[in-house]
């Protein structure tokens, strides 16, 4: 595997909401939002992922109507300084309202399934398209975390789904692939779709990948706070670099480009590019 390849772009995580399990509240007030997706862009994120709905176990459903209410006005303002953007929700009313404004792309965590007029938007405005896997809804996802073969079972789900998109009229370049960390997935599958991105890769479509302070992380470093758990996540994004992962969300952008860039200076001087 090359190391020495371009690392991946930076999706920095935006969710306007009161609930999110790692930032809920911090960005609920537009100045804030718009603040940090701005800072973000400086730290070196190449688009902002920007959600006005939680998923996290056990969070409440959010109307259309809410979600826009919340996430327009910084969408709007982070559009007006040519910030790209990509909307987090599984609604295509938010979703076509959202590209209306002058987001370029979409991130389903339901992969289309949650609202049949989603690929079909997809399609007719030609934005990047993010399909991840999961499992039931907030309310019940932590009750659905056995696999026989978590990897195999993952891979499969997207490749339906993303045939299901080409079959829309879709095109394969405008595909992300997510395997969905931790929706609803247990520690050790997590792990194992982690390290199996380079071959989540052999499907033909670019990977995404979102780990980024999750509660993986936590239990595996003992660590209660999400916002306490930097060292794991960046530990999670050099894998990924490493499996060839061509998008991360992330919280921490600052670090995690910094990590990045240090990551390839070092690879860049290892024999044949290897560990």
């Known amino acids: 595997m090359n190391l020495c390849a371009p ?5 920095g995580i935006l969710n306007v909401t009161p609930d999110s399990f790692s930032d809920g509240g911090c960005h609920l007030q537009t100045r804030n939002a718009v603040e940090r997706g701005l800072q973000m862009v400086v730290e070196g994120a190449h688009i902002i992922d920007v959600g006005g709905e939680s998923t996290r176990p056990g969070a409440a459903r959010v109307s259309a109507e809410e979600q826009m209410k919340r996430i327009l006005p910084v969408i709007d303002a982070l559009v007006a300084h040519e910030v790209p953007i990509s909307v987090d929700t599984t609604s295509a009313l938010v979703a076509r309202v959202c590209i209306d404004r002058g987001a370029t792309m979409i991130n389903d965590i339901s992969a289309g399934k949650d609202d049949p007029a989603m690929f079909p938007l997809a399609v007719e405005r030609e934005v990047d398209i993010c399909l991840m896997h999961k499992r039931g809804n907030p309310a019940v996802m932590q009750q659905l975390t056995h696999y026989d073969d978590v990897v195999d079972e993952v891979h499969h789900y997207l490749a339906m789904r993303a045939q299901a998109f080409l079959e829309a009229g879709g095109s394969a370049g405008r595909l992300f ?6 929706l609803p997935k247990d520690s050790q599958a997590n792990l194992r779709l982690i390290m199996s991105m380079g071959r989540l890769r052999q499907l033909g479509y670019q990977t995404y990948l979102g780990a980024s ?28 670099y490493r499996q060839g992962v061509h998008m991360l969300r992330v919280h921490d952008v600052a670090a995690t480009v910094q990590a990045l860039k240090m990551a390839a200076a070092l690879w860049a001087h290892t024999d044949n590019n290897k560990l």
């Open 7 to 11: 690392w991946p772009k930076i999706a």
């Open 177 to 182: 692939l997510d395997p969905g960390i931790g």
């Open 213 to 240: 302070r999750k509660s993986f992380i936590g239990a595996i470093c003992q660590v209660e706070d999400p916002r306490e758990r930097l060292p794991g996540s960046l530990v999670v994004a050099m894998e990924a």
